[in-house]
Structure formats: structure tokens, C-alpha cells
């Protein structure tokens, strides 16, 4: 498989087969790399990657994404977990790597050991992604802090080509995997 691009849109992932709309929830449970999604069969979900633009609806527009790829195949309850990690990474790439509507971030997901990768790539900064010191006075600064709190891991690569590439790990059954030195 080649790597994905910021260029590329790479098609999501199909609803559970048979699944109907309005079937009962069930939380999804793993085994190794596979779910079994809420229509009860094993499946592992095909990596994912979307390319969105920059500006103040990318973070919604990555949610949106995370959300309907992942509805079917996790609870509601840890796809909300991944669309609001989502939303904090891509928020970060918008304000601090100035990703506006004419650059592209980068969003990939995979299910892979019982977690949720989620990695978030930007154009990148010198700017050095990290846990602000707390400060309640302050308008922001708890992005990070919530994707650490929430994700098993997470980290930073940075590109021979100057991109940032933030990712973190969200447990979806069993225990996390090891963290991994490279996005996605």
C-alpha cells in the first residue's frame, strides 16, 4: 500500500453489513485487531485518511468525518471520545500551524491492537506541540491536555519536509498497545 498524500481523499468506511438504521446500540468489543461492530460480526476497518481544509470549519468538518466513519463500527460512546480528540488536534493544526482554507491538514485513522490511531498532519511550525502548565485565567491551552487524558499515548513526528504530525491512541477494548515512533 502506498502512503497516503495530503492530497488524497481515501473512501471511508462502509457501515457494518447488516446493520439497519435504528438497530439497538451495543457498545463494540475487539479481539487483537478486529471489532466486532454493534451488527455483531468481526470485521477490522480498513485504514482511513481524508484531507480537509484549514480554517475555522475544519474542526466540525473532522468531526462530521470521524462520526459517520466510525458510528457503526465503535459504541457511540468511544466514536464521541475520537470525533472530540479529533476536533482538538485539528483545532491545534488551525491555530497553530495558521492552516487556513487554502491548506490542507491531514486526518488518518486505524484500528490496529484494540486502539483507535488517530493522526492529525499539518504544513508544521517551530512551534513545538506540548502540555501547556495550567492556568485557568487563560483562554486556552487544554487541548493537549484532554487528548492526554484521554488517549492511552500520544506524541509528535515531525517530517523531513517540516509537517507536524500529532497523534494519539484511544483504547477500544482490552488493553492499549505500546506507543508507536512514527504517525500511522
Known amino acids: ?33 478486529r471489532v466486532v461492530s454493534r451488527s455483531g460480526r468481526t470485521a477490522t476497518p480498513p485504514p482511513q485518511a481524508i484531507s480537509i481544509h484549514g480554517g475555522t470549519r475544519a474542526p466540525g468538518e473532522a468531526r462530521s468525518y470521524v462520526l459517520e466513519q466510525l458510528g457503526g463500527w465503535l459504541s457511540d460512546t468511544a ?9 482538538e488536534l485539528v483545532t491545534n493544526s488551525v491555530l ?46 487544554f487541548g493537549l491536555r484532554l487528548v492526554d487524558q484521554m488517549s492511552s499515548t500520544w506524541g509528535v513526528v515531525r517530517g523531513g519536509d517540516g509537517t507536524t504530525c500529532v497523534w ?17
Not at 498497545?177 to 512514527?182: I, L, V
Open 168 to 184: 494519539c491512541e484511544l483504547p477500544i477494548g482490552g488493553p492499549a498497545a505500546p506507543p508507536r515512533p512514527n504517525c500511522v
Open 1 to 33: 500500500m502506498r502512503p497516503v498524500k495530503a492530497t488524497d481523499r481515501v473512501r471511508g468506511f462502509s457501515k457494518p453489513p447488516g446493520r439497519d438504521e435504528g438497530e439497538h446500540d451495543q457498545p463494540a468489543t475487539a479481539r487483537s485487531d
Open 79 to 87: 466514536a464521541s471520545d475520537a470525533a472530540l480528540l479529533v476536533s
Open 96 to 141: 497553530h500551524a495558521a492552516m487556513g482554507p487554502t491548506e490542507l491538514v491531514l486526518l488518518e485513522l486505524m484500528v490496529r491492537e484494540q486502539v483507535l490511531r488517530i493522526a492529525v498532519t499539518d504544513q508544521g511550525t517551530n512551534l513545538e506541540p506540548r502540555l501547556l502548565p495550567i492556568d485557568p485565567a487563560a483562554p486556552g491551552g
